[in-house]
């Protein structure tokens, strides 16, 4: 089973709409939680962190369910900018530890 | 402060031959990592570095030999290629090392397709 897995997309959406992504992790050690955006042929950016809390970033809104190890990312009033591959990430409690990514999932806005 | 770079962008290899990617960060980060990248498959971790003269395998780590020297860089060299290792390789660097949130940084990535 992947570690990390996520909706397997495309989406595709109008502008304006409200659009979710899923993610769901494997690993009860994961300690830390991401969404990256990654553009076409381009290296990942980091998106913003994932709380136990919910955190909020202007339009964008995640979430993270420790029990289920599930983590989710809401898109509001999308832009066509967003277009992109969010990448969903993980890493683990171990020092040094790299990132586990997901295969990302694809959004494209169309005006 | 250029961030995370990476020599070269492209590289066209044929079978057999050897090369060497390098990538250097100026942001003074204990922490380096090299993922690749290929189509379905999300990126995934070759070798990494948690300080200068230290290296450790990932989750790909054949084929592949890395070296950090300088804490600046960290290269990650080919042997001998071959066509499964057409790929694009991306380094990251991060700070700081222990848990938390550290954010990792990334190099705009290199081209490599084996013939």
């Known amino acids: 089973r992947k570690e990390v897995e996520q909706d397997p997309g495309p989406f595709n959406v109008p502008e304006g709409a409200t659009v979710a992504f899923n993610c769901t992790y494997s690993n009860s050690a994961s300690q830390s939680f991401f969404w990256y955006r990654q553009d076409c042929r381009k290296e990942p950016k980091l998106l913003m962190s994932v709380y136990s809390s919910g955190n909020e970033d202007g339009r964008f809104t995640a979430q993270l369910n420790r029990a289920s190890q599930y983590i989710s990312l809401l898109i509001r009033d999308s832009k066509l900018s967003d277009s992109a591959t969010y990448l969903c990430v993980v890493k683990l409690r171990q020092a040094g530890t790299a990132l586990i990514f997901g295969k990302g999932t694809t959004l494209s806005v169309s005006s | 402060n250029a961030g995370v770079t990476q020599t070269p962008k492209f590289r066209v290899l044929k079978t057999g031959q050897s090369m060497t990617l390098l990538c250097a960060q100026d942001?003074?980060?204990?922490?380096m990592y090299w993922y690749r990248q290929d189509p379905g498959m999300g990126l995934r971790l070759i070798h990494y570095?948690?300080?200068?003269?230290?290296?450790a395998k990932g989750e790909v780590p054949d084929g592949y030999n890395v070296s950090r020297l300088k804490k600046q860089n960290f290269l990650l060299g080919l042997e001998s290629a071959a066509p499964s290792q057409t790929s694009v390789y991306f380094c990251?660097?991060?700070?700081?090392?222990?848990?938390?949130?550290?954010?990792?940084?990334f190099g705009p990535g290199t081209r490599l397709t084996v013939l």
């Open positions: 990251a660097s991060s700070y700081p090392p222990a848990g938390g949130t550290d954010t990792q940084y």
């Open positions: 570095s948690v300080g200068e003269g230290t290296t």
């Open positions: 942001m003074n980060h204990e922490y």
